[in-house]
């Protein structure tokens, strides 16, 4: 289940609208989808027309005598797409949680159980950067940033950006982060002008959608409903139903890209094996192994250790892959060849090195 957080600390910037009608539009694609309402004025809930009286409230506090779990209070709102629901009670978790230890957490742990229940769960977070929204960005591995085509917008994204950032770092949890431009109004010069400032700033960090002004995005709100449901052919519906698509060719994309460089990495790591050699030498002081395997390089990797219950006796086990190897030893600064094994080759120094076989297991 890939958790987003969509959040903003200004308010209007159609941050409930995008994650009320993107998760609809990633459940018609066929994804199963867990909508959070994390906002105490549960704009979602009531976009959705639902009005509950046991909410996130009630699985996040520990002062509720309806103390419960995400699965017990999940809202069906159409096929493939469930609600959370909050209510105004969930403004006082703040207070409540102060002295808790991991009350960042406490979210991404009720969140726990259902990995293989949702494709995507969005989280709707309150217009602010409390504690709130740091739980939320603590659950998610992507953060949806909407941003809308006016005044002050960049500065607004560079403020819940320093929060993500806190929140990777001092709790290093990674996360993602992308900016959504919303109530874009291709009418006025002042919103392409706006865009242009966006896309400099976040250049790799924005979304190709745009999601334009379109008032049947707010009928369906007054109706309670997704955009989709109210007018699937409206320009609101497209722009979603086209951020949906963005959405997961992206994430299908990193997949494939994932398979591909586990299967890479599968190819190219090597099969070690561990090989022994010893070396009868009472009188050394000192003993090396060199060889093809370590471009005949005295190192301590290859310094042999003398055997404790047989003074005499050096040896050492070395990880090599299969294949054929020279290699000598080096008894006090002098090379010799093993004693023990007959196969041997000769050098350009008109000697012979001793030849080894490691074969795959």
């Known amino acids: 289940m890939r958790i987003v957080a969509i959040a903003n600390q200004k308010g209007g910037c159609g941050k409930t609208t995008t994650a009320v009608n993107l998760s609809s539009a990633l459940a018609l694609l066929g994804y199963k989808i867990l909508l959070i309402d994390l906002d105490p004025q549960a704009h979602a809930s009531l976009g959705l027309d639902v009005v509950k009286d046991i909410t996130i409230y009630d699985v996040l506090s520990k002062l509720t005598k309806y103390r419960t779990n995400l699965r017990q209070i999940i809202t069906p709102i159409e096929e493939n797409f469930d609600l959370v629901p909050s ?11 102060s002295d808790e230890i991991s009350r960042e957490a406490r979210l991404h742990d009720a969140l726990s159980g259902f990995q293989s229940d949702y494709d995507f769960c969005f989280i709707d977070c309150p217009p602010n950067l409390g504690l709130l929204t740091i739980n939320a960005i603590r659950a998610a591995q992507d953060v949806i940033i909407p941003v809308e085509a006016g005044r002050f917008a960049v500065e607004g994204v560079k403020k819940i950006i320093e929060i993500i950032d806190l929140v990777k770092n001092r709790l290093n949890h990674p996360v993602t982060r992308k900016v959504l431009v919303t109530m874009f109004d291709s009418r006025l010069r002042h919103s392409f002008s706006v865009l242009d400032s966006v896309k400099t700033v976040f250049r790799n960090e924005l979304y190709d959608t745009i999601i334009h002004v379109n008032v049947k ?16 052919y409206s320009r609101g519906a497209k722009d979603y139903i086209s951020l949906a ?17 586990a299967a890479t990495i599968k190819e190219e790591i090597p099969k070690f094996i561990s090989v022994n050699f010893s070396l009868l030498a009472p009188e050394a002081n000192e003993v090396y192994v060199v060889g093809d395997f370590n471009n005949w390089t005295k190192s301590d990797d290859n310094h042999m250790v003398r055997d404790i219950s047989d003074h005499g006796k050096w040896f050492i086990d070395l990880p090599l892959i299969a294949g054929t190897y020279r290699y000598k030893f080096i008894v006090d600064d002098t090379w010799v060849e093993d004693p023990l ?21």
Do not use: C, Y
């Open 217 to 232: 995005l707010k009928e369906a709100q007054s109706k309670g409903v997704p955009v989709i449901s109210h007018d699937k």
């Open 341 to 361: 094994n007959f196969r041997q080759q000769e050098n350009s120094f008109g000697g012979v090195d001793s030849l080894l076989e490691v074969k795959p297991k």
């Open 87 to 97: 209510n105004i009670l969930l403004s006082t978790i703040e207070q409540e949680l």
């Open 245 to 261: 698509r963005e959405i997961t060719s992206g994430i299908e994309k990193e997949k494939k890209m994932d398979d591909v460089l």
